[in-house]
């Protein structure tokens, strides 16, 4: 069972679209991450959430954390190719362990 | 990117041999990370370090060793690499236990 539940595993849109994706988990986090990865590349961190209904933009990129601090998502307005990766969600585990979902794919096609 | 080296980038191996990965870090942070990252399991943690000669094994840590003795360096070691350590291998690094985690660019093992 994954602690981190990453919906959908991959998203193929147009330029210029909106999109959601999701991290979702039946544990509480103290906190949750997003990272965004290019081919060849590590993560890299785009954001951090760490309050309950928390909302955070990064230009046209939205995050929430949910309420209870068991899900989050992100919105994506206006998607350009450059925003093409895989996306990351990402919460502690125990004292030095950060726990990874398994990603959502995403293709913006020009 | 935040001064983390992984060599080699890639490398190809025959089962049963002994393989070491290195990465090298410029930051003087304390803590370093192992991740392995495979189709439809995302990211999984091998063994981590929070101090030269301190280390503990992450949640897949069989087949696998480390060694930091010194600050800068954290290697990984397969002793008798099995197929199924065929990977890409990431390393990280963190100042402190609340800080980001800084990924390098990953070395690609296949082991034939």
């Known amino acids: 069972t994954q602690l981190l539940e990453q919906s959908p595993q991959f998203l193929s849109i147009q330029e210029g679209e909106n999109l959601t994706v999701y991290c979702n988990s039946s544990?509480?986090?103290?906190?949750l991450q997003w990272y965004r990865q290019e081919p060849g590349e590590g993560p890299v961190l785009l954001v951090t959430v760490v309050t309950g209904g928390e909302v955070k933009k990064l230009k046209r990129l939205t995050f929430q954390f949910g309420d209870a601090r068991k899900d989050s998502s992100l919105h994506i307005t206006a998607a350009q190719p450059g925003d093409t990766g895989l996306y990351l969600c990402?919460?502690?585990?125990?004292?030095?362990?950060?726990?990874f979902g398994t990603g959502t794919r995403l293709t913006v096609i020009p | 990117d935040a001064g983390i080296t992984q060599s080699p980038r890639h490398k190809v191996t025959e089962t049963g041999t002994p393989v070491t990965l290195r990465c090298h870090q410029t930051?003087?942070?304390?803590?370093m990370y192992w991740y392995r990252q495979d189709p439809g399991h995302g990211l999984r943690l091998i063994h981590y370090?929070?101090?030269?000669?301190?280390?503990d094994k992450g949640e897949v840590s069989d087949g696998y060793s480390v060694s930091r003795s010194k600050t800068e360096d954290f290697l990984l070691t397969l002793e008798s690499a099995t197929s199924s350590q065929t990977s890409v291998y990431f390393c990280a690094i963190r100042g402190t236990e609340n800080s980001p985690l800084h990924f390098g660019n990953g070395t690609r093992l296949t082991v034939t």
């Open positions: 370090s929070y101090g030269v000669k301190d280390t």
């Open positions: 544990s509480v986090f103290s906190s």
């Open positions: 930051e003087n942070h304390r803590y």
């Open positions: 990402a919460g502690p585990k125990g004292a030095n362990n950060l726990f």
